[in-house]
């Protein structure tokens, strides 16, 4: 992954869509910075934001931690994991995968309404 490659993903305070870009602290709370207007600034909800894994599904979209996976073998959630220092997914059981060679689809995020 390259330097431009790191990014994050979360929701607005006011629930009206995700931004994409820089994460930075303003006086009035977390935000992010949108990665094509470089001075325009969201407040996000704080637990919302992922970061981008430098991985993108079989369709070509980013993948972000916190994002629900589906592939032939199952459904999975993308991590962090200190252990391997590395971003993973995650099954239903707790068995932890590599995103290497992800043949798999974003289907949703843990924050998304009607998320399990």
Same mark, same amino acid.
């Given at each position: 992954?390259?330097?431009?490659?790191?990014?994050?993903?979360?929701?607005?305070?006011?629930?009206?869509?995700?931004?994409?870009?820089?994460?930075?602290?303003? &006086?009035?709370?977390? $935000? =992010?910075?949108?990665?094509?207007?470089?001075?325009?600034?969201?407040?996000? =909800? &704080?637990?919302?934001?992922?970061?981008?894994?430098?991985?993108?599904?079989?369709?070509?979209?980013?993948?972000?931690?916190?994002?629900?996976?589906?592939?032939?073998?199952?459904?999975?959630?993308?991590?962090?994991?200190?252990?391997? $220092?590395?971003?993973?997914?995650?099954?239903?059981?707790?068995? =932890? #995968?590599? #995103?290497?060679? $992800?043949? $798999?689809?974003?289907?949703?995020?843990?924050?998304?309404?009607?998320?399990?």
């Amino acid at each position: 992954m390259k330097v431009e490659d790191i990014k994050f993903r979360g929701l607005r305070l006011d629930k009206t869509g995700r931004e994409i870009g820089l994460l930075t602290y303003k &006086p009035w709370g977390l $935000c =992010i910075q949108d990665e094509k207007d470089h001075s325009h600034f969201s407040s996000v =909800i &704080p637990e919302t934001v992922g970061q981008f894994t430098g991985v993108k599904d079989k369709n070509g979209v980013d993948i972000y931690t916190g994002d629900k996976l589906q592939r032939i073998s199952g459904f999975y959630t993308v991590i962090w994991s200190q252990d391997n $220092c590395a971003f993973m997914k995650e099954n239903s059981t707790g068995g =932890i #995968l590599s #995103l290497n060679n $992800c043949e $798999c689809e974003v289907i949703g995020n843990i924050h998304e309404q009607g998320a399990n």
